[in-house]
């Protein structure tokens, strides 16, 4: 193992020549270079990659305290020890000359054993500080190496549970369009089958053509959320939430006449929230259109659906109830299922969706157990 003396290079600065020479004699087994003014030392620090700087304090134009302050603010020159050579042994030199950042002092004149000891044992904290800053340059390397590998992994990971689901709702998108897929087939054919015996009953044969348009919409409404569960990228805006739930009754208002249905909105108007419009829309688009089909199946005479929109100083409200009596096997909580796998036969792609959508502008959802219809309330946290 190598001693000390053998690679460290020390700066030794004194206007007295006699000092210098002294100090050298005693330190010959060291690599020691020497300034005999306080700038000479600054100029030899640009050019010299020093280990330890003795500093004499009492010098003319330049005393040890000012050359010791500017090598202290100075990024490149900060780390290397300085023990400073004085005269003086009053305890407020020595305070002052600690308090702008010297390590040690040594008092004139040397005592060579003393002199030897305190340069040895600086230098040795000053090579064990650098190998220390060294293993920690190498810990902080690997410790980064290996999170990166970690990260690489999660990614990796992440990946192929991404492909699997999406190969899973792939699944489950291809059995909601069959089911639709096969019906228009059916009706397709019977149709054809009027026309080849030329007995077309004109009513029925727009009965079908209507609910082949409903099934290819349907087709459509699943290729659309389809479409609107990859999208993330969709900034969310301020949307007034009367006039949204409007927009959505707008848009299924031949079947809520159709039906016969009593739709009300009821709440202040002023209410707005940042939200991503087409995903909230979706929300209450599925609702209504899940609350219409069962309606359709059903003869009552007084049919409702109703929002409500209300709000407190954290939250905003939006309640949404219909009468449409449902079976056990119907109800809400049933399709609903956030905890449902896409390759579950039973799979919504819709209300599934409505999960993500609620759980990603920020909502939560309280789906209330009613046979008497649909009842459940959505919470949007300010």
């Not at 305290?65 to 020595?94: A, G, M, S």
């Not at 900034?235 to 939430?241: C, F």
């Not at 599934?352 to 959508?357: E, Q």
Request: charged share 30%.
């Amino acid at each position: 193992m190598k001693r000390v003396q053998d690679n460290s290079k020390i700066l030794l600065v004194d206007d007295d020549a006699k000092n210098l020479q002294v100090a050298m004699s005693i330190l010959k087994e060291y690599n020691v270079i020497y300034a005999q003014s306080g700038h000479k030392a600054l100029e030899l620090l640009e050019t010299n990659a020093f280990d330890l700087i003795l500093l004499d304090v009492v010098m003319p134009t330049l005393d040890g305290y000012e050359v010791c302050q500017r090598i202290k603010v100075d990024d490149r020159f900060k780390n290397i020890p300085i023990i400073f050579l004085t005269v003086k042994d009053d305890k407020n030199d020595i305070v002052k000359g600690f308090e702008y950042g010297a390590v040690d002092y040594i008092t004139k004149p040397f005592f060579s054993e003393v002199l030897l000891k305190r340069v040895e044992l600086h230098l040795s904290l000053s090579h064990a500080l650098k190998d220390l800053k060294v293993m920690n340059t190498n810990l902080n390397d690997l410790v980064e190496e290996q999170v990166e590998e970690l990260r690489r992994k999660e990614q990796i990971l992440f990946q192929q549970s991404k492909l699997s689901a999406m190969s899973d709702m792939i699944d489950a998108i291809s059995r909601e369009w069959n089911q639709p897929l096969n019906i228009i087939k059916l009706y397709l054919q019977s149709l054809n089958l009027q026309f080849s015996i030329e007995d077309i009953d004109i009513k029925q044969s727009q009965e079908m053509i209507e609910k082949t348009i409903l099934e290819v919409t349907k087709l459509d409404d699943t290729m659309q959320n389809f479409q609107k569960f990859f999208k993330n990228d969709i900034e969310k805006q301020s949307v007034n939430i009367k006039v949204l739930l409007d927009n959505v009754v707008f848009l299924f208002k031949d079947q809520i006449n159709k039906r016969k249905i009593d739709v009300s909105i009821d709440g202040s108007n002023l209410i707005n929230f940042n939200f991503i419009y087409d995903e909230v829309k979706h929300i209450f688009m599925k609702l209504l259109s899940f609350s219409l089909k069962n309606f359709a199946d059903m003869n009552k005479e007084k049919k409702f659906i109703t929002f409500n929109i209300n709000e407190d100083n954290n939250s905003i409200y939006i309640n949404y109830k219909d009468n449409c009596s449902l079976d056990d096997d119907k109800c809400i909580s049933n399709e609903f299922d956030l905890n449902s796998e896409f390759s579950n036969e039973s799979f919504d792609l819709g209300f599934y969706l409505m999960g993500v959508f609620i759980e990603k502008n920020g909502g939560f959802l309280d789906v209330i157990k009613n046979n008497e219809g649909v009842c459940l309330s959505i919470r949007f946290d300010k």
